[in-house]
């Protein structure tokens, strides 16, 4: 099977692009350009076109320029059977528009692994930063771009929570409770979550090891790197967890266990990483963890994702990104894209990696 290979881009009124188009090399591809350029812009117009969504925002107005009222995102892949087309429109208060080859999704979840992707970028600090919404968001993301079964189940189960929460609250402010209404729910909670758990407890456990070995590439192997998978469902099986928190659900309003409250611990030398690690340590953790999602893309695709490089050497000292420009070399990573605001390093960078790569300069 063919690796995926973004071969153009067309952007339409895309952040602060009014119209940018673009071949790219099959190899090494960089942007280079002053802060407010647009770099990060065009890496996130390529993942959007690969997830149907931005890596940055929640919110597709936010990517319409400013003045204008609707963005377009065009690109031509490579496949086994020659080019296919994707198109994505967006137009605030009305449905995006997401066509492959000029066939609209009926669902948009049906896109996502079709053409894998991997970011590396600054804003992955904020898995250390913020809660866990985040972190279990970036774990399904990771099992969702190789598991179409998992994806499934798991938009099923988020559905059932926020049915049940509807129903917590208006027993609350009508006063009244049915335990069969609520019953309904907790029997589909309980029929999706064991296939559910069992699937990221899979994938933590197999991915820990390609962790602490990139890490290793990384750092020169001076420290021991994991994470640990937390879940209520480690200890109980859900429906016992249901009955034990229904009188605290009932007065919160809202599900207090399950799936949709499990988190990740990352961990240097035993510690929480988030309290221990300097900023170099926590920046190379979290491009060993993107190195090893793309390693396990690989694996279970049998194809090479893309791979985005936003800005990757933010906060990273010259050994280490001399080590992480020497292991991408080696692992023949396939379609690359990154973005630099220094032009000397980035020229630099692509004529030792890719003498057949391309640097794209946007100016503000």
């Not at 065009?74 to 137009?91: E, M, N, T, W, Y």
């Not at 995006?96 to 970011?119: N, T």
């Not at 894209?337 to 640097?359: C, E, I, Q, Y």
Request: charged share 25%; with cysteine; proline share 3%.
């Amino acid at each position: 099977m063919r690796d995926t290979v973004l071969d153009h881009l067309h952007l339409l009124n895309f952040k602060n692009h009014p119209e940018l188009e673009v071949d790219f090399s099959p190899g090494l591809n960089a942007f280079v350009g002053k802060n407010g350029a647009g770099k990060t812009n065009v890496l996130d117009a390529i993942y959007y076109l690969c997830t149907t969504k931005s890596y940055f925002h929640t919110t597709d107005a936010d990517h319409v320029r400013h003045g204008e009222t609707f963005f377009a995102i065009r690109g031509l892949f490579r496949s086994d059977d020659g080019p296919i087309k994707v198109h994505c429109a967006v137009q605030p208060s009305q449905k995006k528009s997401f066509r492959v080859d000029d066939s609209e999704y009926a669902r948009l979840s049906d896109h996502i692994g079709r053409f894998p992707v991997v970011v590396i970028s600054p804003s992955d600090r904020d898995l250390l930063s913020e809660g866990s919404a985040l972190r279990r968001k970036f774990l399904d993301g990771m099992v969702a771009q190789s598991d179409r079964v998992y994806l499934d189940r798991l938009l099923q189960y988020q559905r059932v929570v926020q049915q049940r929460n509807a129903l917590l609250k208006y027993f609350a402010a009508n006063r009244v409770f049915s335990a069969e209404q609520l019953a309904l729910y907790d029997v589909q909670l309980c029929a999706l979550a064991p296939d559910l758990h069992a699937a990221r407890l899979a994938f933590t456990s197999a991915f820990a090891p390609e962790l602490q070995r990139f890490y290793s590439l990384l750092s020169g192997g001076q420290e021991a790197v994991d994470w640990t998978y937390e879940s209520d469902l480690n200890n109980a099986p859900l429906d016992q967890l249901l009955r034990d928190s229904l009188a605290r659900d009932r007065v919160v309003q809202y599900t207090t266990t399950g799936l949709h409250k499990d988190d990740l611990v990352f961990t240097l030398n035993g510690h929480p990483l988030k309290k221990v690690g300097s900023q170099g340590q926590q920046k190379s953790y979290l491009v060993s963890v993107k190195l090893a999602q793309f390693a396990q893309l690989t694996r279970s695709l049998g194809r090479k994702p893309l791979l985005l490089l936003d800005d990757v050497f933010d906060k990273l000292d010259a050994e280490r990104v001399e080590a992480l420009v020497s292991l991408v070399k080696a692992q023949e990573f396939g379609q690359i894209f990154l973005s630099d605001t220094h032009a000397d390093r980035t020229n630099a960078l692509v004529k030792r990696m890719d003498p057949d790569g391309r640097v794209v300069v946007l100016e503000l």
